[in-house]
């Protein structure tokens, strides 16, 4: 029996505010404030969270400058998650982080580049994101996990 990740508002709340608090969770529109309610996350959110989480941004950017920093600061190639609008899946919300969080990978990784399968795969094994299939819509309370998560492996050492 798989073991679902459940993240109720009020938990989903306290992880965010003690991971980032100040200006994310500041005024109505704050961009980690709605997630721990939403069945499904777009690719622009996700994009944004990234660019939070790579520290190239404190939340102010939009989807477009947030997917420009990350893609100048070279943690992601130009044609990859650009329709901001469309729902986000496991597979490239584990490949925006492991992109943000500088992963080398394997050998495997490292000869024919990282991709969005590669990166579900290796987030799957730290079990940093449920096994469900890579091409299917991740929750907002399984994505801020999955920022925690992250955050917690970085701050540890153990993202290589």
């Known amino acids: 029996m798989t073991v679902k990740l459940f993240l109720g508002p009020v938990t989903g709340l306290v992880i965010v505010a003690t991971l980032m608090p100040g200006a994310l969770l500041a005024g109505p ?23 939070l989480f790579a520290g190239l941004s404190k939340g102010e950017l939009d989807a477009a ?23 986000l899946k496991r597979g490239l919300a584990s490949y925006l982080f492991f992109r943000a969080m500088r992963m080398k990978g394997g050998w495997v990784c490292r000869v024919f580049g990282p991709s969005p399968r590669y990166a579900y795969k290796e987030f799957v094994c730290r079990q940093l994101v449920l096994a469900e299939g890579e091409n ?19 701050r540890s050492g153990g993202a290589r």
């Open 29 to 51: 529109r704050g961009l980690l404030r709605s997630l721990p309610e939403r069945s499904m996350v777009t690719v622009g959110e996700g994009v944004r969270v990234a660019a």
């Open 65 to 87: 400058a947030a997917h420009k920093a990350l893609v100048e600061a070279r943690l992601l190639e130009p044609t990859v998650a650009t329709s901001f609008g469309s729902t």
């Open 136 to 154: 299917t819509p991740i929750p907002g309370g399984e994505l801020l996990s999955m920022l925690k998560l992250s955050s917690d492996l970085r």
